[in-house]
């Protein structure tokens, strides 16, 4: 399967990358890339992509290095929001801290290489930015009651749709060991994107419903003027 070559790829040339073979690295994950993206397999992409930056990073091609970290970033901010539950949520981000650290690493050698460009700023509200879902994840650790007043129909809507999501990504699980036709991925993967769908409406109306909620769940990275003020 592509996905699984596009890993073990990937997973090759990191091997390779420790040895300081870094063209064959580079090799290897280009054609990871290639098969991560025509499987959409954005998490394959996203550590791969960072993988290349650290490629990068160590030979001081800084701004290619940004370009493929920001574009991990984004992919693994976007995988995260797709996730069901702020549980599972927060323990993600908790597994994909080393994208901010590599970034943050990244803007520090960039502000020394040119320190009038504001690489300081942005350094300042990258560590802000996880800092943000950090407290999420200690808030949600800790069991902060955060739903308190909101409609409680709409919390059971949303605990229905958690249930069915859980149920197809099951039956997902369950079609990639056994041999499943086109047609019934397709259908499972429609199925899953309209409950996707469905499923982030209601989490609109529970922000909309209580600021509360919305403020601690979607914490807003300040930024270095707001810091300094």
Do not use: C, W
Request: proline share 2%; aromatic share 4%.
């Amino acid at each position: 399967m592509l996905r699984a070559k596009g890993s073990h790829l990937s997973d090759l040339g990191s091997v390779y990358a420790l040895l300081g073979e870094d063209q064959k690295a580079l090799d290897l994950y280009r054609q990871s890339l290639q098969l991560s993206r025509a499987s959409d397999d954005k998490s394959t992409e996203s550590s791969t992509l960072r993988r290349i930056a650290l490629v990068e990073l160590s030979h001081g091609q800084l701004e290619e290095a940004r370009r493929n970290l920001e574009d991990a970033l984004n992919i693994v901010e976007h995988l995260r929001t797709g996730i069901v539950g702020q549980e599972l949520r927060a323990s993600y981000f908790a597994s994909i801290q080393e994208f901010f650290e590599s970034y943050i690493e990244l803007l520090m050698r960039l502000h020394r290489a040119n320190p009038a460009k504001g690489y300081d700023a942005l350094t300042l509200q990258t560590v802000e930015r996880a800092r943000a879902r950090s407290l999420l994840e200690s808030l949600i650790e800790a069991r902060a009651n955060i739903r308190e007043g909101i409609d409680p129909a709409l919390l059971e809507r949303e605990r229905g749709l958690q249930q069915k999501l859980d149920a197809t990504a099951e039956r997902q699980a369950r079609l990639l060991v056994s041999e499943a036709t086109e047609a019934q991925a397709t259908t499972l993967k429609q199925e899953t994107e309209k409950l996707l769908t469905h499923f982030e409406e209601v989490e609109t109306e529970i922000r909309a419903s209580s600021p509360r909620y919305a403020a601690l769940t979607q914490p807003q990275p300040l930024s270095a003027t707001a810091i300094q003020q």
